[in-house]
């Protein structure tokens, strides 16, 4: 079987795409001559294959639909809401495959889509009966499970120790006392993806203290997940990058198989395992998992569900961003993602749902206002919509250290006896954590000899290989309380050409401004680190003329920086070439 790759289904150009109107647009690949519709809206585009799930007619608009959503099938008149991309006529029949819109760095976009999309179906197993303690799932904290499948034991996404993104995410809960144990312990662990909640490094330190032979297994992304593992110092020799969507045995009952996210295929991932035909579905993090397409009737599913985990709106300022315009914004944003994630469970129908992967808190007292700003849904508060609108599907609402027997589970729905939950006295929330441990590791970097010497900025930028581009980023760095900090670094990139100025040119251009807190900036710049730690760690203030979102300029700095740390050694060298006279400490860029 081959693995698991995305497909090209039509593809416009810039020009292309500007001349797409608001509302339905039937577009025609002139290769294949196969027919999609794109949807255009101010939220972006939608995009499906025109062809009815019913008995696969074409369709065309709906002169009876005023708001110029709906499209009617020529065969026997099914009409589809390609906003919604589900079917209104029949009502509670299909819903219809999304297709992913990939916007391009030039302005046009492709409609892509993953293939094959049902790769699980390949070698199809027979359920085999479940003895009460074969299956066993226990919760650890956030994204971290344990999975006793048989004699096995497999563990997701293992975050146990110290914060994440930088410093600005640590665990809400308390971990199992024995959780460190009970990883150099497994037989396997699955890391889905490189955000710093799922790969830890200062866990996977530990384990690979004492087991540094463990075999990881992650997916075959573009970027790779352990792409930071050689400067980590981390000594784990047993990494296995899989290809996608190719099932992978373990024994001669258990396998599994990783999937590609459809929005993200360049880092996120998700899994499916298989233990005696019994199929255990974790998505993860995924936006759009395997594309939307996912089995059906999983024994078990597993999802993220809180929200939370972005910059946006808390950390910008200016404008429109007020505390009630925020407030307002992130309670309609978790109510979205509350019942999108209810129907999405009701439409694929797991036996089992448990929220997890939304365990974080924001606990480092310099991020108070995120703390309070950032509310999150809670797991309890989406099992009970899902327990409403879909009353057959048992739903559970870990806590650490918490074990769901999935035999007992199968049996009897109902059985109280399935989950054994934490004795009374276990402590479920943290209340300290060390934040000075790794505080003071981040701010080590503020007093490295490179940021004696100006010219680090332009090497730096160039290194990080991100220019054409009419924008210009106001850097500057301040103190925890993004105060600019005295004598610190206050800096113009002009990205249209990648140079310095002092001032802000004539010509119309885009305007960012950032305010990171120096300890965190510097830290990343040393490590050619990817700016995720800022962005989604809370980590800076950012303001922006137009009010408009840069993708090519994030997504570089959060997906494509090099896989490499700028040569810092080689920077030295030729700044001790060009002058052997001593530079002054915190030397900066004076703005006009």
């Known amino acids: 079987m081959t693995s698991q790759g995305l497909k090209v289904l039509l593809s416009l150009d810039a020009e292309a795409v500007a001349s797409l109107k608001d509302g339905l647009n039937f577009k025609k690949n002139p290769d294949d001559c196969k027919c999609y519709i794109i949807y255009k809206n101010s939220g972006g585009f939608k995009a499906c294959k025109n062809q009815c799930k019913h008995q696969g007619g074409l369709f065309i608009k709906d002169i009876e639909d005023l708001d110029g959503r709906t499209v009617k099938c020529t065969k026997h008149n099914w009409k589809l809401n390609v906003l919604t991309m589900k079917y209104v006529n029949p009502p509670d ?5 999304e297709l992913e819109v990939e916007m391009l760095d030039d302005g046009g976009l492709q409609l892509v889509e993953l293939c094959p999309d049902d790769p699980w179906v390949v070698d199809p197993l027979e359920p085999l009966d479940l003895q009460e303690g074969e299956v066993k799932v226990t919760y650890f904290t956030h994204a971290c499970v344990e999975l006793k499948l048989g004699e096995k034991r497999f ?5 146990l120790k110290g ?9 809400l809960h308390e971990p199992p006392a024995d959780c460190m144990d009970r990883l150099c312990a497994a037989d396997l662990i699955y890391i889905s993806h490189m955000h710093s909640d799922h790969l830890s490094y200062p866990t996977l330190k530990v384990l690979s203290e004492r087991r540094p032979d463990m075999p990881i297994y992650v997916g075959d992304t573009s970027r790779p997940v352990f792409w930071y593992l050689e400067q980590s110092q981390v000594k784990l020799t047993n990494i296995k990058v899989i290809p996608f969507g190719i099932w992978q045995n373990v024994d001669e009952h258990l396998r599994f198989m990783i999937l590609m996210d459809g929005v993200h295929p360049e880092m996120d991932t998700c899994i499916i395992v298989q233990y005696k035909g019994h199929m255990i579905l974790n998505t993860v993090d995924c936006t759009r998992p395997n594309g939307g397409r996912l089995p059906q009737n999983v024994d078990l599913m597993m999802s993220d569900f809180a929200g939370g985990a972005s910059g946006f709106p808390m950390t910008f300022y200016g404008g429109k961003y007020t505390d009630s315009w925020k407030a307002e914004f992130i309670k309609n944003e978790r109510r979205k993602l509350l019942n999108y994630k209810a129907d999405l469970v009701k439409s694929l129908q797991p036996k089992i749902y448990c929220p997890f992967a939304g365990y974080f808190v924001e606990a480092h007292p310099s991020d108070r206002y995120i703390k309070e700003t950032n509310t999150k849904n809670s797991a309890a508060d989406l099992n009970a919509l899902i327990n409403k609108k879909t009353p057959g599907i048992r739903t559970w609402t870990p806590k650490p250290g918490a074990v769901l027997d999935l035999s007992l589970a199968l049996r009897d729905s109902t059985n109280s006896e399935a989950v054994t939950n934490p004795p009374a006295n276990a402590k479920i929330y943290k209340d300290s954590w060390d934040f000075n441990l790794y505080v003071d590791e981040l701010n080590s970097a503020i007093s490295s000899e490179i940021f004696k010497h100006q010219s680090w900025i332009q090497f730096y930028y160039t290194w990080a290989g991100f220019q054409n581009y009419n924008l210009l980023v106001r850097v500057i760095e301040t103190d925890d309380d993004f105060t600019p900090l005295t004598g610190g670094y206050d800096y113009l990139v002009d990205f249209l050409d990648l ?36 962005y989604i760690g809370f980590q800076n203030r950012i303001s922006r003329d137009p009010d408009d979102y840069h993708h090519k300029f994030w997504n570089h700095f959060q997906s494509y920086l090099p896989l490499q740390r700028p040569d810092w050694n080689k920077f030295l060298q030729e700044v001790h070439d060009i002058s052997q006279d ?3 400490i915190w030397s900066y860029c004076t703005l006009v």
């Open 93 to 97: 029949s299909f819903m219809q495959d």
């Open 155 to 159: 563990i997701f996404d293992p975050w």
């Open 163 to 171: 914060p994440a993104f930088a410093r600005g995410w640590w665990l």
């Open 499 to 534: 140079s310095f100025p002092t001032k802000r040119p004539d010509r119309k251009h885009s305007y960012l401004e950032l305010k990171n807190r120096v300890g965190v900036m510097r830290y990343l710049v040393l490590h050619g680190r990817l700016w995720d730690d800022l």
């Open 582 to 584: 001593s530079p002054k």
